[in-house]
T-cell receptor, first 114, second 116 residues
């Protein structure tokens, strides 16, 4: 079975400081990894996917299969980045398809102070 | 148009009652989920359905029963509510992954259930 671990429940940084939200996973096969974000009073929404290899709102995340990690990074945090961040995993079968097994980590509350 | 909608948004009820939460998605997705977010904000998967077929049924009490009348709906019925059931319940939907496809999960706004 797959598992996603976010070791930090709370993370506080000052505006302009670099930020890294850690995510480790365990899954015997090939996974698809995501970061989701929940801003105050808003729905949970996708921030980025590892296969897109894109930067969203200055955030990037690299899938490291050797360390089974998918840490989220931003070089200069902004106050509007304060939110709950969830790392998520969707297992892929041999054919590269997946369905119905999107699993989340415990979440990390990021607070960016002015 | 709201992609994934849940009703009700708030639900306050007494212990022992039976209640249902409804979820509908208009995205044409194949998979729908129910998640429970507890007071510590942990987001735990409860059930998932793919094309009306139950895929995941985590260690959830039998008092919780999902119903999927069609691909666009996944309702959650809870019998004999207990204090520990108080949480925010999220519905979500996603498309099956195919090469190059988008598997982004879309979430409802959540239903805050309070059992008193």
């Amino acid at each position: 079975a797959q598992r996603v671990t976010q070791p930090e429940k709370l993370l506080s940084v000052f505006k302009g400081a670099p930020v890294e939200l850690k995510c480790n996973y365990s899954y015997s096969g090939s996974p698809e990894l995501f970061w989701y974000v929940q801003y105050s009073r808003q729905r949970l929404q996708l921030l980025l996917r590892h296969i897109s290899r894109e930067s969203i709102k200055g955030f990037t995340a690299d899938l490291n299969k050797g360390e089974t990690s998918f840490h989220l990074k931003k070089p200069f945090a902004q106050e509007e980045d304060s939110a709950m961040y969830y790392c998520a995993l969707s297992p892929l079968n041999a054919g590269g398809t997946s369905y119905g097994k999107l699993t989340f980590g415990q979440g990390t509350i990021l607070t960016v102070h002015p | 148009d709201t992609a994934v909608s849940q009703t009700p948004k708030y639900l306050v009820t007494q212990m022992g009652n039976d209640k249902s939460i409804k979820c509908e998605q208009n995205l044409g997705h194949d998979t729908m989920y129910w998640y429970k977010q507890d007071s510590k904000k942990f987001l735990k998967i409860m059930f998932s359905y793919n094309n009306k077929e139950l895929i995941i049924n985590e260690t959830v009490p039998n008092r919780f029963s999902p119903k999927s009348p069609d691909k666009a709906h996944l309702n959650l019925h809870i019998n004999s509510l207990e204090l520990g059931d108080s949480a925010v319940y999220f519905c979500a939907s996603s498309q099956d992954r195919v090469p190059g496809g988008n598997t982004e999960a879309f979430f409802g706004q959540g239903t805050r259930l309070t059992v008193v």
